[in-house]
């Protein structure tokens, strides 16, 4: 009950804090000079970005519970998030591709941010493909639970590659990169806005997730009790 | 193309992608809860 009241809350702060985000990223950010208007998709992409890590922060933790405590409650978590995850890194690449078009000239490039944020997408997509091609349960959550974990590994690697490698995506450092003090605090809002909708969006999955759950082993002990 | 077209492509794919998915999830959840009703008015009907 507890926690059906901290789920409303957060629903409600989010539903409260989506206007306000659209506000601030197009009547209260300033226009950038050199990029003008689409600069304003920069809001939204990244934030985008920090919701998939999210979503993928809580698949690897969940799997790693899950490895420990056996437990199906874990795997369930791991792939709800995983798939909110999956979709949020979705829309990283495709708003990225309608940044850089009026921006590089080309919709896509072989840069070293870009590459490994594919990669990620296609570790992903296989963690999902291992689940369809596995039917015994336990034996799909353990198999996942290690590709979720060592998937990860990727995170560090899209966000570092900026740094690691030549690279001609935009890099945020903590000073802000060159951004105007007033875009820096509209970015902020939107990521605070973004962590919540995604925490609100991972337990909402997980409900149904674990409905779902609870529906194929009452159907799989009514079942076992005809037989 | 302008600019405006790329900024509102961005914004508007994002968010019909999220509303499709939540929607999409919304009816699953409806489509489950559907069944377990049927399954316990199944059993409350065996068990009279």
Sequence with gaps: MKKDRITKILLVLVLLMLPVNFYLIFQVAPTERIMGDVQRIFYLHVSLAISAYIGFGVLFVSSIMFLIKKNLYWDTLAYSAGEVGLMFSTLVLITGSFWARPVWNVWWTWDPRLVTMLILWFIYIGYFMLRKSISERLKKARYSAIIGILGFLDVPVVRLATKWWRSIHPRLSKEGGGLDPLMIKVMLFSLLTFVVFTIVIIIFRFRVAWAEERLYSILNEMEEYHE | ?48
């Design chain 2, 1 to 48: 193309m302008n600019s405006m077209f790329f900024l509102f492509g961005a914004y508007s794919v994002a968010w019909l992608v999220v509303a499709g998915y939540l929607f999409f999830n919304l009816r699953k959840l409806k489509n489950v809860e559907t069944r377990i009703e049927d399954i316990e008015e199944l059993l409350r009907r065996k068990h009279q």
